[in-house]
């Protein structure tokens, strides 16, 4: 039984575990691409640099702003269609189901090319529909993070609503029928019968989402390249520039562990306070 886990264990080390203990000591050291045969110790020279860094603080801002708004749509639409699709009375549930997975099952790299053309000033669909003229969507620092977070919400929604979809379908049907007979309204059944039922698929699921919009690279690098003037500059883009663009390795690795740290604290919170929202049955 252990040598089944061996490999898994050694993907795991090597992909992930190995990576992570590098960041964390590249983050310690004057770490320059163009200087590689000077690279020394400074010890928190860098995170004194991170937190000291204005543009870091409104990265972060920004990045709150996108991964908040995605998780939001994403849920709520996700819900709305998973109960459509859970509800008797749709025909061709499994169809319909089928067709909007698809999204899902595209590239990122395919989206995000897919919706720079709708948002295409001149002949882009959106700007048709809208009666928007020659106004560009991902070209405004008004409006360039919504753009991004409707491609995002298109294709990430799908994935969402099935799992939403899986869990309406273990909630007791015994349940529901109690409470009808103890007379609850349709809202009622779904607050206080529904909802705790499901709250493990909604934990789950809602901060996955989280962390993987934490770490959307492609759809900003290639609708918005962080602009316009920076409206769309998030952690994986800043952290990019700075390590790679900036050649400063050390930054960059320390921006990433600070971006870690405040994912593991986040994760931890979030399971505990949902998980007394939990029910058994």
Not at 175 to 187: C, P, S, W, Y
Request: glycine share 8%; net charge positive; proline share 4%.
């Amino acid at each position: 039984m252990i040598l089944l886990l061996v490999p898994a264990v050694a993907m795991l080390t090597v992909t992930i575990i190995i990576p992570v203990f590098v960041v964390i000591g590249m983050s310690f050291f004057h770490y320059n691409l163009l200087d590689m045969n000077h690279v020394k110790w400074n010890n928190f020279a860098n995170y004194r640099a991170v937190f000291t860094d204005m543009e870091f603080i409104r990265t972060f801002g920004r990045t709150l702003v996108y991964v908040c708004g995605t998780v939001f749509f994403q849920f709520f639409i996700g819900l709305g269609v998973a109960l459509l699709l859970n509800s008797g009375s749709l025909r061709g549930r499994k169809l319909f189901r089928s067709l909007l997975f698809l999204p899902w099952t595209i590239p990122s790299l395919v989206v995000a090319v897919t919706w720079m053309f709708i948002f295409q000033p001149q002949y882009g669909i959106f700007n048709y529909l809208f009666q928007l003229g020659d106004y560009s969507v991902l070209g405004s620092p008004k409006t360039a993070m919504m753009g991004v977070i409707i491609s995002a919400v298109w294709k990430q929604m799908p994935l969402m609503m099935i799992m939403l979809l899986s869990g309406l379908q273990t909630v007791p049907e015994d349940l529901k029928e109690a409470a009808e007979i103890d007379g609850a309204t349709g809202i009622q059944k779904f607050w206080c019968i529904v909802v705790p039922c499901i709250m493990p698929v909604v934990k789950t699921v809602t901060l996955t989402s989280i962390v993987s919009n934490f770490q959307m690279f492609v759809l900003f690098f290639t609708m918005t390249g962080g602009g316009p003037v920076r409206a769309t500059t998030t952690l994986p883009l800043y952290t990019y520039e700075t390590a790679f663009s900036g050649f400063n390795l050390g930054k960059g690795a320390a921006i990433g562990v600070c971006w870690l740290v405040f994912l593991v604290i986040f994760s931890t919170v979030y399971n505990k306070v949902l998980s007394t929202k939990e029910v058994e049955y």
